[in-house]
């Protein structure tokens, strides 16, 4: 089935320092559609950006993530922390042309807490 | 924006209660889901519906039943809790598949002792 791999449980900065925090996929189909969602402490996960094309960068927030399907991967990235950055990020995937028995699932990946000092 | 509220926030039962989490979205959404939050684990999906009566199985189903009602009503009931199920759960609806975005209630922290 689907997986996502974030490999960082737990990244720490320091403000003004950019951030990267690693994504990547694995699905038999080849329409892929990629999500991160945010998780605010005592907030709702929420979406943060998304993309099913190939090579286009995604940017919202000041976060921007570009889908790499040669090498399967939608890393996160800002150029700058801020202190209000810090929360859970999630990488999800979805099968936007499969029919089979897991149309309409998302997978998550098991998430990075993102943390910045000052 | 889409509204799904979860009832209740915080529950604590006991080894073996039954425990009814409760979620309804106003947005008409077609699909709905009933996730669990662990530390290590990130969100997992437990079951996810897309219509009235409709029940898919998720990833981590076992101890859980769910049972869509109507539109806007979907019910994650545990017969005889464990302390396995000690979690925060979170309910989400999205109007339609692949591409959409899931909408989360603000989430059900459950006890079991």
């Known amino acids: 089935g689907d997986s996502v791999t974030q490999t960082e449980g737990l990244v720490t900065l320091t403000e003004g320092l950019p951030v990267m925090l690693n994504c990547t996929y694995q699905?038999?189909?080849?329409?892929?559609?990629l999500f991160w969602y945010v998780h605010y402490l005592n907030e709702s996960p929420r979406l943060l950006l998304k993309?099913?094309?190939?090579?286009k960068r995604t940017e919202h927030q000041g976060f921007h993530a570009t889908l790499h399907k040669s090498s399967s991967s939608f890393h996160l990235q800002k150029s700058s922390a801020q202190l209000s950055d810090s929360a859970l990020y999630y990488c999800?995937?979805?099968?936007?042309?499969?029919?089979?028995?897991?149309?309409?699932?998302?997978?998550f990946g098991h998430g990075t807490i993102l943390r910045v000092h000052p | 924006e889409a509204a799904v509220t979860q009832s209740p926030r915080n529950k604590v039962t006991v080894t073996g209660g039954n425990v009814t989490l409760s979620c309804r979205q106003t947005?008409?959404?077609?699909?709905m889901y009933w996730y669990r939050q662990d530390t290590g684990h990130g969100l997992r999906l437990i079951h996810y519906?897309?219509?009235?009566?409709?029940?898919q199985i998720g990833d981590v189903p076992d101890g859980y039943k769910a049972t869509r009602t109507t539109q806007e009503d979907f019910f994650l009931l545990l017969e005889l809790a464990s302390p396995s199920q000690t979690s925060l759960y979170f309910c989400?609806?999205?109007?339609?598949?692949?591409?959409?975005?899931?909408?989360f209630g603000a989430g059900t922290r459950l006890s079991v002792l």
């Open positions: 989400a609806s999205s109007e339609d598949w692949g591409e959409n975005t899931l909408y």
């Open positions: 999800a995937l979805s099968d936007r042309f499969n029919t089979g028995a897991n149309t309409g699932k998302l997978t």
């Open positions: 699905t038999i189909y080849s329409n892929p559609f």
């Open positions: 519906s897309y219509g009235a009566g409709n029940l």
């Open positions: 993309s099913s094309t190939d090579n």
């Open positions: 947005n008409s959404h077609n699909y």
